[in-house]
């Protein structure tokens, strides 16, 4: 049985976990070591089964918790190397990534960890670098794609060829555009290197979504410019324009921003 877990999802912090019986994998650091252990045993799960720490890229919603989690654990972080070079000058990442622990990922090109084939991909944002997951284990197909100015050709492909899938739908247009951000905020966001808006997000599931997807999370909601049943009916109604109905075609959740969600059976 193949499980995913969010522990969060938003700008208060990222963290999620996609786990078998014996194996588990780690995604982003961005909440506190004394939450998450708290959280892991409230769902009677053992933080040894961590093996690795994946990370996406070097904003502190994702990674200020990575360095302690590691030492903690004994675990390596795999990580490109900008991301890297990132976190070790992140103020926010008070305890540091031990060198023999920090493992160099390269995009678009496979790595065996444990049980699970992990393949980075660009992913377009506003950091040192940024990088996707498209995660196999056995014949499941998993893919995780956050803090996305935009979509590109190779995501929309990705999309195609999963089975689940957690994209972002950060934000509502006209929730940005008439909230109380300053102007290089809202420009920052809305830009081709910020976050997807939910009318983005809908927009490449409906260009790209394959009867081979079984479920979607929206991820990295916004909590001044978003909100779930805002981001939820948006994209449905979407869907539903072109045809794809949701709880028939696929099935979708949002993740929730501060708290857990889940967890998921995935097979």
Sequence with gaps: ??????????????????????????????????TLKKQFAEYGISMNRIHHILITHDH???????????????????????????????????????????KFLEKDKTVLMGEFNVTPFFVPHDSND????????????????????????QMKQLISKANYLVIEANH?????????YPQYLKDRISSEEGHLSNHACAQALVENATPELRQVWLCHLSEENNHPELARITVEQELRRHGIVVGVDFKMDVLKRKNPSGPYELI
Aim: contains cysteine.
């Design 60 to 102: 502190a919603d994702h990674v200020k918790s990575v360095g302690s989690l590691s030492r903690d654990l004994h675990v390596p972080v795999y990580a490109t190397e900008d991301v890297h070079r990132g976190i070790n000058t992140n103020y926010c990442v008070r305890a540091k990534i031990d060198g023999a622990d920090a």
């Design 172 to 180: 509502d247009v006209e929730m940005l555009r008439g909230g109380a």
């Design 1 to 34: 049985m193949l499980k995913f877990l969010s522990f969060g999802s938003g700008s208060s912090g990222n963290c999620y976990l996609l786990y078998s019986p014996d194996d588990a994998i780690l995604i982003d650091a961005g909440i506190g070591v004394r």
């Design 130 to 153: 940024n990088v996707g997951f498209f995660i196999q284990w056995q014949d499941v197909n998993f893919c995780l794609m956050t803090d996305a100015g935009h979509v590109t050709e």
